[in-house]
C-alpha cells in the first residue's frame, strides 16, 4: 500500500512539474502606469517611479499606486482609495469605519 501510494506521488509530482516546463507561468501584472511626474512608469504591483524616484500610496481597494488627485481617505485611519473602487463598499477595508 506504502509503495503504491508513494508511486502516485512521484507520477503526480513529475506531471506537475513537467506541465511548468511546457506551460512555464506569465506574470499577469505587468501593466505600467505613467508617472506623473516625468512620464516615467510605474508597475501597477510598485509604488515608485523607476526614473524619478517618486512614491506613490497605494489604493487599499486594490492595491495600485494612486497617480490621480482625486482620490477617497478614510478619515480615521487616513489611508487612501480610488474614489471609482470605494463606492461599493460602506466601511473602509483597511479600519472598517463606516463610510459617510
Known amino acids: ?3 503504491r501510494t508513494r508511486r502516485k506521488a512521484v507520477v503526480s509530482t513529475q506531471s506537475t512539474g513537467e506541465i511548468f516546463t511546457r506551460y512555464p507561468p506569465r506574470d499577469s501584472r505587468s501593466q505600467k502606469i505613467e508617472c506623473t511626474n516625468c512620464e516615467g512608469s510605474i508597475t501597477d504591483y510598485g509604488h515608485t517611479c523607476n526614473i524619478c524616484d517618486t ?3 497605494r489604493c487599499i481597494v486594490t492595491g495600485a499606486p494612486l ?5 477617497w481617505q478614510c ?3 487616513k489611508h ?3 474614489e471609482t473602487d470605494i463606492v461599493s463598499y460602506s ?3 483597511l479600519c472598517h469605519t463606516l463610510i459617510a
Open 67 to 71: 497617480t490621480s488627485v482625486h482620490y
Open 80 to 82: 487612501r482609495a480610488q
Open 1 to 3: 500500500w506504502y509503495q
Open 75 to 77: 478619515d480615521t485611519c
Open 55 to 57: 512614491k506613490y500610496p
Open 91 to 93: 466601511t473602509c477595508p
